[in-house]
């Protein structure tokens, strides 16, 4: 289970192997979620879901760090606060 703490975050830090980290925000998030989840290969556990609930998106981001794209390539993501000044 999450901690609770994560769905007070508005930001997300994205990980792709060979580009610099992305600060952005949850629906930015969700939007390079979508976009790298049509490129996992078919032999993943992710090929049989139903993307079409937004819902999906969030609970993703919530609940695991990390997406496999093809073997060896994987995304991260980690939730963060972004104090205001």
């Known amino acids: 289970m999450s901690n609770p703490l994560i769905r007070s ?3 997300f830090v994205l990980l792709e192997p060979d580009s610099k980290e992305k600060i952005v925000t949850k629906k930015e998030a969700i939007i ?4 790298w989840i049509t490129k996992v290969e078919s032999s993943t556990i992710y090929q049989n879901l139903d993307y079409s609930k937004e819902d999906f998106f969030e609970d993703l981001l919530e609940s695991t760090y990390e997406l496999e794209i093809k073997l060896g390539y994987v995304i991260k993501w980690f939730a963060v606060r972004i104090e205001p000044d």
């Open 9 to 11: 975050a508005d930001h």
């Open 32 to 35: 390079w979620l979508k976009n």
